[in-house]
DNA sequence: AAGTGGTCTAGACCACTGA
DNA sequence: CAGTGGTCTAGACCACTTG
């Protein structure tokens, strides 16, 4: 039964089984061989057999039902999953600023904090050759006696290892919102675009455990080229291609 | 050492864990435990120690190395994952309109058609109440004698399906690209905005296994009352919250 | 050489689904 | 009731890393 006889025996159940789904052999509600009768086929234990099984779930190919079998899953092709570029993955920083400013009544609902509390400010422009094709701002609360956040800040340290200093790495997430715009007068001029042209809005909102916002970025992205905009994909090409 | 005394052992191992990442006691780079360690600790064997672990593992909380021991991963920020809302999830369909026309060039070269070859396109526009919120073309080659197709087209099947009708539902997957455009003529008549108002362009490719496209769709977006914009996460609060 | 994770065996008992 | 998946045990051998 087996095609593939290289490597762990787990992988060969494992492959053959996901060629059956990908020639159609086997379609989304079919129901899969036992956990026994593969065992069986394979001439190994249920244990190796369930290895194979579970990594096949783990993709969400398959799933298991208790007392019936293994079935095969229908897809979720409107689950996507989307890489969201640094900056510095988007082209150079001509223009770069940070300041620390009192905050306004906007900020301060934003990021939850104390009328006349103070936050970090850091402005960038990012450009492609002559062409700039993406502007930033970013607030951060400002602690005073955070010497590291200090330092980083001179250098290009992506924003979300930024936050992970005021708070640890796993006791955030991220929010992203995408959104098309006109163009303000102020971005307009950086992006050296026409007031008004459209542009794609990133706001990335980073939150703790109790669902407040730590920091804020927002990213006025320029179509240009092919660049500026995003991808996303979804299915199973991804995997093992 | 185990604060959980419910469920299977190895969920009690697998929490207790978690909650060490969680409240910082483990930071990423840090190793953990090894799993003959754990196994002594639970009392339990290293194959119940190992499913825990795998758990971790496949959260992307923790990597292995073989030789060396089990260590805290870097959470990765910027890997987002975005559900795509169907049109019937974004509001109600007023206008839709079902025709077969013969392919111009561009057609052709998204879909990879022989000149003259006929698509089937699909319009549609999407309300909230009385307003218009977005407008939507699809299309998808068209193959006479595929009586399901034509059928189902009747019924609210979401194009994803549509598109499974044609091929097996594992042999393609979808590339989506979000960008910021400036309402057209046309659409803006639809939508009953002002032509150039800022539109989220949402485009889905739906590609086979040679990565060709098979059914291609846009999406114009309107930016109303907290819709019109999509939203991705990031992070482990999807999990288990 | 001792310890680590990766793979695998050959059993066991359980709760559940279906005829 | 026989069959299924879910959990678990108590071993084994391997390739690898580290001192």
Chains 1, 2 share one sequence.
């Not at 960038?124 to 330092?151: F, H, M, N, W």
């Amino acid at each position: 039964m087996s095609i593939t006889q290289k490597g762990p025996v787990y992988l060969s159940i494992y492959s053959d089984l996901k060629q059956m789904l990908q020639d159609g052999r086997k379609r989304p509600g079919d129901d899969l061989p036992s956990e026994n009768t593969l065992a069986a086929q394979y001439r190994t234990t249920r244990t190796t057999v369930r290895k194979s099984l579970q990594l096949l779930e783990k993709e969400g190919l398959i799933y298991s039902w208790a007392g019936k079998g293994y079935f095969v899953s229908k897809p979720a092709h409107n689950a996507f999953s989307l890489d969201f570029p640094e900056d510095e993955q988007l082209g150079d920083s001509r223009y770069r600023r940070i300041s620390v400013i009192k905050s306004d009544s906007q900020l301060q609902q934003i990021l939850h904090l104390e009328p006349g509390k103070r936050v970090i400010k850091i402005c960038r422009s990012i450009d492609q050759g002559d062409l700039c094709v993406a502007c930033d701002i970013k607030y951060l609360p400002y602690e005073k006696g955070t010497p590291l956040l200090e330092q980083e800040l001179n250098y290009f340290v992506p924003f979300p290892d930024i936050v992970a200093q005021i708070v640890p790495t796993f006791l955030f997430y991220t929010e992203l919102e995408i959104s098309a715009v006109s163009a303000p007068q102020d971005i307009a001029q950086v992006l050296g675009c026409a007031p008004g042209d459209p542009l794609l809005l990133l706001q990335r909102r980073f939150m703790n455990q109790e669902h407040r916002c730590i920091g804020y970025g927002a990213r006025y992205q320029r179509q240009c080229f092919g660049h500026g905009s995003l991808t996303a994909h979804s299915g199973y090409h991804i995997q093992h291609d």
